[in-house]
């Protein structure tokens, strides 16, 4: 597998995505459907937006490794949230699991009314091998 990165401009770069990946030579995609901070028994997070996004993660990170991918191998990952400003303001969770597998995704963050239950946060993947 080969990726490319393009970005006609450097702005992006502190908001830890890109603008856009050309991936070639792919062996296998995985669409990994939204994950949450649900635990393993179905039940969603009533915590506040930091927890479940370490949650959140956690579960991402569980369900690619399963599928025998790699996080730094995500290409496209979308971020639904219930409040942008919560999610902001704990960002650094993110940025800092996007820089420690070295990941470099298209992104989209959009602000929902609502989602499951009582969840604040959900990301959606894409990764290839």
Same mark, same amino acid.
């Given at each position: 597998?080969?990726?490319?990165?393009?970005?006609?401009?450097?702005?992006?770069?502190?908001?830890?995505?890109?603008?856009?990946?050309?991936?070639?030579?792919?062996?296998?995609?995985?669409?990994?459907?939204?994950?949450?901070?649900?635990?393993?028994?179905?039940?969603?997070?009533?915590?506040?937006?930091?927890?479940?996004?370490?949650?959140?993660?956690?579960?991402?990170?569980?369900?690619?490794? %399963?599928?025998?991918?790699?996080?730094?191998?995500?290409?496209?990952? &979308?971020? *639904?949230? =219930?409040?942008?400003? !919560? +999610?902001?303001?704990?960002?650094?969770?993110?940025?800092?699991?996007?820089?420690?597998? %070295?990941?470099?995704?298209?992104?989209?963050?959009?602000?929902?009314? &609502?989602? *499951?239950? =009582?969840?604040?946060? !959900? +990301?959606?993947?894409?990764?290839?091998?």
């Amino acid at each position: 597998m080969e990726k490319r990165i393009i970005n006609p401009w450097q702005w992006q770069n502190e908001r830890s995505y890109v603008q856009a990946v050309e991936v070639t030579k792919v062996e296998g995609t995985l669409y990994v459907s939204g994950q949450t901070a649900i635990d393993s028994d179905g039940k969603s997070s009533t915590d506040d937006m930091k927890t479940q996004l370490v949650k959140t993660i956690q579960n991402v990170e569980k369900v690619i490794n %399963e599928a025998g991918y790699e996080c730094k191998n995500i290409v496209r990952l &979308n971020i *639904f949230t =219930t409040s942008t400003a !919560e +999610l902001f303001s704990c960002f650094d969770i993110f940025q800092n699991w996007i820089a420690k597998h %070295e990941i470099k995704q298209a992104s989209t963050v959009l602000e929902v009314k &609502n989602l *499951f239950e =009582t969840l604040k946060i !959900e +990301l959606e993947a894409t990764v290839v091998k």
